[in-house]
């Protein structure tokens, strides 16, 4: 039942959130008939010619019904600046972003969780390390961090590829490296402090020191008792940070000038192609809500709890 | 004042001096600059730092030091009308909702939640296909993107107080509601209002940064540090790295500080993020 009231609640929001974006790009200043001959001077006739092939003079409504029902079956309709299918240039680009946003989750979740923990457990000199690194790492922009790892790595040392997404699995992994650490650093500090702060509360909770008084070796009730429940509330934390890569991944993709939709929707906006803005936006909205919704079912499953109390 | 110092404790106290230099070279920057941030000359390219350039020229041949204070005026000016946007608004929404309830929350909680699903930097690129790059839009559709992050805070703060005896107490004497939300309601989630707007200050920085990096933002040739930080990428790897280091370095600093000031004043829950 919870799951049917969040999937439909994710179809209502997707489908206001479409209506949103296509009446924005409506109401934006400049006609696409304008863009579309670029500052030529054109007949009436071919002007007109062009409305009827994009359909701009049918009223709003029959518009936005006649693109969502399309966009359903797929379809994207063309770019405005280089007469492509938007879907194809989507298809193109989509495996790049999603690759990025996979490896830099990966990074958050071994990077993030692992100084932790080790934060966590031991005290002292290695706890103010991270903790030092985990506040510093969340105020570098990502920008910032793609420019000085590849200013480092890759033109310094020549460690890795400038730019480029490469192709095969081995070498796209190696040209997206640097990418996927620049974009995972902050949320890899938040991860951190966040699990840093679940581990020395579960420590310090009455079952563990149970747990020791019993005589239940150190190493047993760590893995069994601290960092088990200590993942709770680091479980959702993770997962807020993955949804919001989505958005982090253009900015990094576009400093690395990886081929991937961040830099697409990038160059869309610079030059007003709306076709290509509109179908990113929502299926970046799509993503983003898919992905929340998998953490909160996630969550639920982890902690019975939390179904009963939505629920309600 | 006392009870601050002894909050912030010593460390917390360096943030607050770093905020307050910053905030001092932007308001001061006419004064203090040396030249004028957006001429340069082309003999003096990629000087090195010396008594004449503090820190030295970018590749076309500007005073660092000088665009680093001017551009503190727009990287501190963004996030300012970003944070105080998202307040009034979200306080104005949620207190709104909570003393309404029923349908009107109802409804303002659906519109919130629709909001909810834009990445904060998708609906400002959205608001910048729509009404044009530059600064103002950039940092106004960054507003509202955070809306529904401090009302959702204030919300949930303010439904607890509404039930309390100062609040019923007034309502049964027949006080209007508008002057009990604003008399007793407000100055008992105002902590909570700008410890929020400490920490999501950080996050509209860095965020209008990003915007200006992607040439959406603060437009050249106006010093702004998200733009140094572009616009020294090639002459980072010319061999040049003073610009964009020194840019990054200033917006790493400033955010790290206001993010320990924001820590030490009630945590990034006030803000009403998750993390």
Same mark, same amino acid.
């Given at each position: 039942?919870?799951?049917?009231?969040?999937?439909?609640?994710?179809?209502?929001?997707?489908?206001?959130?479409? &209506?949103? #974006?296509?009446?924005?790009?409506?109401?934006?200043?400049?006609?696409?008939?304008?863009?579309?001959?670029?500052?030529?001077?054109?007949? %009436?006739?071919?002007?007109?010619?062009?409305?009827?092939?994009?359909?701009?003079?049918?009223?709003?409504?029959?518009?936005?019904?006649?693109?969502?029902?399309? !966009?359903?079956?797929?379809? &994207?309709?063309?770019?405005?600046?280089?007469?492509?299918?938007?879907?194809?240039?989507?298809?193109?680009?989509?495996?790049?972003?999603?690759?990025?946003?996979?490896?830099?989750?990966?990074?958050?979740?071994?990077?993030?969780?692992?100084?932790?923990?080790?934060?966590?457990?031991?005290?002292?000199?290695?706890?103010?390390?991270?903790?030092?690194?985990?506040?510093?790492?969340?105020?570098? %922009?990502?920008?910032?961090?793609?420019?000085?790892?590849?200013?480092? &790595?890759?033109?310094?040392?020549?460690? &890795?590829?400038?730019?480029?997404?490469?192709?095969?699995?081995?070498?796209?992994?190696?040209?997206?490296?640097?990418?996927?650490?620049?974009?995972?650093?902050?949320?890899?500090?938040? !991860?951190?402090?966040?699990?840093?702060?679940?581990?020395?509360?579960?420590?310090?909770?009455?079952?563990?020191?149970?747990?020791?008084?019993?005589? #239940? %070796?150190?190493?047993?009730?760590?893995?069994?008792?601290?960092?088990?429940?200590?993942?709770?509330? !680091?479980?959702?934390?993770?997962?807020?940070?993955?949804?919001?890569?989505?958005?982090?991944?253009? !900015?990094?993709?576009?400093?690395?000038?990886?081929?991937?939709?961040?830099?697409?929707?990038?160059?869309?906006?610079?030059?007003?192609?709306?076709?290509? #803005?509109?179908?990113?936006?929502?299926?970046?909205?799509?993503?983003?809500?898919?992905?929340?919704?998998?953490?909160?079912?996630?969550?639920?499953?982890?902690?019975?709890?939390?179904?009963?109390?939505?629920?309600? | 004042?006392?009870?601050?110092? =002894?909050?912030?404790?010593?460390?917390?106290?360096?943030?607050?001096?770093?905020?307050?230099?910053?905030?001092?070279?932007?308001?001061?920057?006419?004064?203090?600059?040396?030249?004028?941030?957006?001429?340069?000359?082309?003999?003096?390219?990629?000087?090195?730092?010396?008594?004449?350039?503090?820190?030295?020229?970018?590749?076309?041949?500007?005073?660092?030091?000088?665009?680093?204070?001017?551009?503190?005026?727009?990287?501190?000016?963004?996030?300012?009308?970003?944070?105080?946007?998202?307040?009034?608004?979200?306080?104005?929404?949620?207190?709104?909702?909570?003393?309404?309830?029923?349908?009107?929350?109802? *409804?303002?909680?659906?519109?919130?939640?629709?909001? *909810?699903?834009?990445?904060?930097?998708?609906?400002?690129?959205?608001?910048?296909?729509?009404?044009?790059?530059?600064?103002?839009?950039?940092?106004?559709?960054?507003?509202?993107?955070?809306?529904?992050?401090?009302?959702?805070?204030?919300?949930?703060?303010?439904?607890?107080?509404?039930?309390?005896?100062?609040?019923?107490?007034?309502?049964?004497?027949?006080?209007?509601?508008?002057?009990?939300?604003?008399?007793?309601?407000?100055?008992?989630?105002?902590?909570?209002?700008?410890?929020?707007?400490?920490?999501?200050?950080?996050?509209?920085?860095?965020?209008?940064?990003?915007?200006? *990096?992607?040439?959406?933002?603060?437009?050249?040739?106006?010093?702004?540090?998200?733009?140094?930080?572009?616009?020294?990428?090639?002459?980072?790897? =010319?061999?040049?790295?003073?610009?964009?280091?020194?840019?990054?370095?200033?917006?790493?600093?400033?955010?790290?500080?206001?993010?320990?000031?924001?820590? =030490?004043?009630?945590?990034?829950?006030?803000?009403?993020?998750?993390?």
């Amino acid at each position: 039942m919870y799951v049917l009231r969040r999937l439909l609640a994710l179809v209502g929001v997707l489908i206001v959130s479409s &209506f949103l #974006v296509f009446s924005a790009m409506y109401a934006a200043p400049g006609s696409p008939e304008n863009f579309l001959v670029q500052g030529r001077t054109v007949t %009436p006739e071919v002007l007109a010619a062009i409305r009827e092939q994009y359909s701009l003079d049918d009223p709003f409504f029959v518009r936005f019904w006649n693109w969502l029902t399309n !966009v359903l079956q797929g379809d &994207f309709g063309q770019s405005l600046t280089n007469r492509q299918e938007v879907g194809d240039l989507l298809a193109n680009r989509l495996p790049t972003t999603l690759s990025l946003v996979a490896l830099s989750a990966l990074i958050i979740v071994i990077l993030g969780i692992g100084l932790g923990i080790i934060a966590g457990v031991r005290d002292g000199i290695v706890d103010k390390i991270v903790l030092l690194g985990s506040t510093v790492g969340f105020a570098v %922009p990502t920008f910032f961090a793609a420019l000085l790892l590849m200013s480092v &790595f890759s033109v310094g040392l020549g460690w &890795f590829p400038v730019f480029g997404s490469g192709t095969g699995f081995l070498d796209r992994l190696w040209h997206l490296t640097l990418p996927a650490l620049a974009l995972a650093l902050p949320s890899a500090a938040v !991860v951190a402090r966040i699990t840093r702060t679940a581990i020395r509360e579960e420590r310090d909770s009455e079952h563990s020191v149970m747990a020791i008084a019993r005589g #239940v %070796p150190a190493r047993i009730v760590l893995r069994r008792h601290v960092i088990r429940n200590s993942m709770l509330p !680091v479980s959702t934390i993770v997962g807020v940070h993955i949804a919001g890569l989505i958005a982090g991944s253009f !900015v990094v993709e576009y400093a690395f000038t990886l081929d991937g939709l961040g830099t697409l929707l990038v160059t869309a906006v610079q030059r007003k192609d709306f076709a290509v #803005v509109q179908a990113i936006a929502i299926i970046l909205v799509a993503g983003f809500g898919i992905i929340n919704l998998l953490v909160d079912l996630l969550y639920a499953a982890i902690d019975p709890r939390v179904g009963t109390r939505h629920a309600s | 004042m006392k009870r601050f110092v =002894k909050r912030m404790g010593p460390l917390g106290m360096v943030a607050v001096g770093i905020v307050l230099v910053v905030v001092l070279g932007a308001v001061l920057a006419p004064v203090i600059a040396p030249y004028d941030p957006t001429v340069g000359s082309v003999t003096q390219r990629y000087l090195g730092p010396s008594a004449e350039h503090l820190l030295g020229t970018d590749q076309a041949g500007r005073d660092i030091f000088s665009r680093l204070l001017w551009g503190a005026r727009s990287s501190l000016v963004g996030p300012l009308i970003v944070v105080v946007v998202t307040a009034v608004f979200g306080t104005v929404l949620a207190l709104t909702s909570v003393w309404f309830g029923g349908l009107v929350d109802s *409804f303002i909680s659906r519109i919130l939640d629709l909001l *909810f699903a834009f990445p904060n930097l998708l609906l400002a690129m959205l608001a910048i296909v729509v009404f044009g790059s530059g600064l103002s839009t950039a940092a106004l559709a960054l507003a509202v993107a955070y809306i529904p992050y401090t009302a959702r805070v204030i919300r949930s703060t303010a439904l607890r107080e509404r039930n309390l005896p100062y609040i019923r107490s007034p309502q049964l004497q027949g006080i209007a509601g508008p002057v009990i939300t604003v008399r007793h309601l407000l100055p008992n989630v105002a902590p909570l209002i700008i410890t929020g707007a400490t920490i999501n200050f950080g996050f509209a920085m860095i965020e209008l940064a990003a915007l200006s *990096f992607l040439g959406l933002g603060v437009q050249p040739p106006q010093a702004d540090w998200g733009l140094m930080v572009s616009n020294g990428q090639q002459s980072l790897q =010319k061999g040049y790295p003073a610009e964009s280091l020194l840019a990054g370095l200033c917006i790493v600093i400033t955010v790290a500080a206001l993010g320990y000031v924001g820590e =030490k004043l009630g945590g990034r829950a006030a803000a009403g993020r998750k993390a």
